[in-house]
């Protein structure tokens, strides 16, 4: 990976951060197909995250390269978000 993070560890599972596992967002309009990327994802130890129809895979694609580029600039895209409690309270 270009950025040197290692991205599988041990026994092919994503190691967890510290605030957990990491979520994987998941977009697309088969049912069946979803099941099984979603069983996938929780096999390298991470959490499907639904992201709605294959309509919206292009957002998610736009808005994965957004965050590579800062990650690359050596910004930490999560200062951009509120912490979850306070954003759903």
Avoid: H, K, N
């Avoid at 950025?3 to 309009?29: I, K, M, Q, T």
């Avoid at 990650?71 to 954003?87: C, E, K, N, S, V």
């Amino acid at each position: 990976m270009s950025v040197g993070v290692p991205v599988l560890g041990r026994r092919g599972r994503v190691p967890a951060g510290p605030e957990g596992p990491l979520a994987v967002p998941l977009c697309g309009d088969d049912e069946g197909a979803l099941e099984v990327v979603r069983v996938l994802v929780r096999d390298t130890g991470c959490v499907p995250y639904d992201g709605g129809g294959l309509a919206r895979a292009d957002l998610l694609e736009a808005a994965t390269a957004f965050l590579i580029g800062l990650w690359r600039t050596g910004q930490d895209p999560r200062a951009m978000l509120p912490p979850f409690a306070l954003a759903t309270s």
